[in-house]
């Protein structure tokens, strides 16, 4: 037997020194572990300690690796990637195909935009299978190889790291509540008078947004003070909507959401303006790219591109200002 393995916390130790060593920096490495850099930083002095040399230059904010680092990164790098690679292409059995597509989407974009539209995807596709997850956790090279993810959509502002990324769709953002909650309130004229409980929040529009980002990004293109604390906060911007369209208040809608629901006239806008978000939907791949990575990448550009033109007819026909913020 032998017995000169790997154990699972110096496997530990090495992911977090590999990505620090690939970053140059503590904090990119833990935002792709999704951990604390105090954990990275913990995680690599136990590897230090272990080997008994140190592996980085640490001189104020300033990091580089040393000699022994730099020949440990050198390995680290290439096995990592070795694994990635041989993990994936078993998950995804590329051999075959028919493999499945597993894509991992934002849930409410996943919910109310992608799903009604998904059959056109398949269109002259036979045999083609297609897992849509409901995720919104920060993707990386990583974790979408050893979870098997082909590809990704994600609403953030995008910065991917060792990534493939494109912007295929922008975002517009606007209050949006029901013409019965309007009629229970008929003092609201204005923005000032919307009371901050009748605020509905998505509280993680994406990782890392900061609080209100969303309506105070709107409130600040309408000159009004940022939103004061009070309101329902949602984890997702599709349970945001529902509350809205049960009269529960103003949501702030985006309107690959809430295109189908003004049109029909069961949510209206009572401040006729939109202002671009600061995110946009983005398709998110491998470095290697597959056919069926490329058929969903065209479908999703050709789709919104349709998208956009009944959006901004929809706008024009309610005389809905667009502003850039």
Avoid at 56 to 82: D, I
Avoid at 100 to 118: E, G, H, I, K, Q
Avoid at 193 to 202: R, T
Wanted: aromatic share 8%; proline share 5%; net charge neutral.
């Amino acid at each position: 037997m032998n017995t000169n393995h790997l154990s699972p916390s110096l496997l530990t130790w090495l992911r977090c020194f590999d990505a620090v060593a690939r970053h140059n920096s503590f904090t990119l490495a833990a935002k792709e572990l999704h951990v604390t850099q105090g954990s990275v930083s913990q995680q690599v002095k136990k590897l230090e300690e272990y080997l008994g040399v140190p592996l980085f230059y640490r001189e104020g904010k300033s990091l580089s690796l040393t000699r022994e680092g730099a020949r440990l990164s050198l390995v680290s790098e290439q096995s990592f990637e070795t694994l990635n690679q041989a993990v994936g292409k078993l998950r995804r059995d590329q051999r075959s195909t028919n493999a499945p597509l597993n894509l991992s989407c934002s849930p409410s974009f996943a919910m109310l935009w992608l799903t009604p539209r998904v059959s056109d995807l398949l269109q002259g596709k036979s045999g083609v299978t297609v897992r849509i997850y409901g995720e919104y956790h920060m993707l990386d090279r990583v974790g979408m190889g050893l979870s098997g993810i082909q590809a990704g959509i994600r609403f953030d502002p995008g910065h991917y790291v060792d990534l493939n990324e494109e912007m295929f769709l922008d975002e517009w953002i606007i209050p949006v509540t029901t013409p019965e909650f309007l009629a229970r309130h008929p003092d609201i004229r204005s923005i000032a008078d919307v009371a901050p409980g009748m605020m509905l929040h998505d509280e993680n529009p994406w990782h890392s947004a900061t609080q209100n980002v969303e309506w105070n990004t709107w409130l600040e293109a309408m000159d009004a003070p940022p939103s004061k604390p009070g309101g329902v906060y949602f984890n997702l911007s599709q349970l945001a909507m529902v509350a809205a369209l049960t009269g529960q208040g103003i949501a702030m809608g985006r309107l690959a959401l809430v295109y189908d629901e003004l049109k029909s006239g069961r949510l209206v806008a009572p401040f006729p303006c939109a202002v671009k978000s600061k995110a946009s939907y983005r398709f998110i791949s491998g470095q290697k790219s597959t056919d069926t990575n490329e058929h969903l990448r065209q479908w999703l550009h050709a789709t919104s591109d349709q998208f956009k033109l009944e959006r901004n007819e929809l706008l024009e026909q309610m005389g809905i200002e667009c502003r850039q913020r």
